[in-house]
C-alpha cells in the first residue's frame, strides 16, 4: 500500500522490558513525526524528522524514550524499561513538506503489564 | 494556558444539523491551520487545510479562520452518523523554529 505503515499494531509487555516500534512513511515524504496517544486523550507530540537536519526531540517524555531514521526512510521509537505510563497508542506520520498536511499510520497500541 | 484551546466536549447533534466546532489560539504567528478527523482506532486524516482569514468550503465542510480574533471554525452541514469521529485542530508556525500545535480534539457523536 502507499499509505504510513507501521509495527507492530499491537504490542504487550512486561514492564522493564524494551520494545521497538517501526513506522515506514510515504515514498518521497521527507518530513516524519512520532505522536503518543493516551486513551481519550489528544496527541501528544514525541519527535519530529526532517530531511538530513538534527531531529527535534523536545517531545520526548524521558531517557529511556529514543527514535531514529535511517536513510531519510524508515524509523525506529524504541522504549526501553518500559513502565506503566508508557501504555498508549504510538502515531507516526508523514508529510511531504512543513505545511501540515500529515498522513497517519493507524498506530502501535502498546500495553506494559 | 495553552497554545491552542479546544474544547473536548463531547457534542452530540441530531443527524441532518449544523455542527460547529471551534478551537482559539494565543500565538498570532499562526499561519496554516487544518482540520483533522479520527475515527475510532485510526490515525487521524485531513480534512480541511487553510492559510488566510476567511471560509473555504469543500462539500459539506466550511473552514472559517479569523486571525485578528485568533480564532478558527469547522462547520459541517447535512450532519451524517459516519461523521461522529474526533475532530481536531492544528496549526503552524514557520519562523525560525517550525511548530505544529495540536488541539485537544473535540468527540463528535451524531445521533441518527
Known amino acids: 500500500g502507499a499509505g504510513v505503515s507501521q509495527s507492530p499494531s499491537n504490542k504487550v509487555t512486561e514492564k522493564g522490558k524494551d520494545v521497538e516500534l517501526r513506522c515506514d512513511p510515504i515514498s518521497g515524504h521527507t518530513a516524519l513525526y512520532w505522536y503518543r496517544q493516551s486513551l481519550g486523550q489528544g496527541l501528544e507530540f514525541l519527535i519530529y524528522f526532517q530531511g538530513n537536519s538534527a531531529p527535534d526531540k523536545s517531545g520526548l517524555p524521558s531517557d529511556r524514550f529514543s527514535a531514529e531514521r535511517t536513510g531519510g526512510s524508515v524509523s525506529t521509537l524504541t522504549i526501553q524499561r518500559t513502565q506503566q505510563e508508557d501504555s498508549a497508542v504510538y502515531l507516526c506520520a508523514s508529510s511531504y513538506d512543513n505545511t501540515g498536511e500529515l498522513f497517519f499510520g493507524e498506530g502501535s497500541r502498546l500495553t506494559v503489564l | ?112
Do not use: H
Open chain 2, 1 to 112: 494556558q495553552k497554545e491552542v484551546e479546544q474544547d473536548p466536549g463531547p457534542l452530540s447533534v441530531p443527524e441532518g444539523a449544523i455542527v460547529s466546532l471551534n478551537c482559539t489560539y494565543s500565538n498570532s504567528a499562526f499561519q496554516y491551520f487544518m482540520w483533522y478527523r479520527q475515527y475510532s482506532r485510526k490515525g487521524p486524516e485531513l480534512l480541511m487545510y487553510t492559510y488566510s482569514s476567511g471560509n473555504k468550503e469543500d462539500g459539506r465542510f466550511t473552514a472559517q479562520v479569523d486571525k485578528s480574533s485568533k480564532y478558527i471554525s469547522l462547520f459541517i452541514r447535512d450532519s451524517q452518523p459516519s461523521d461522529s469521529a474526533t475532530c481536531l485542530c492544528a496549526m503552524i508556525v514557520m519562523d525560525s523554529n517550525y511548530q505544529l500545535i495540536w488541539g485537544a480534539g473535540t468527540k463528535l457523536i451524531i445521533k441518527p
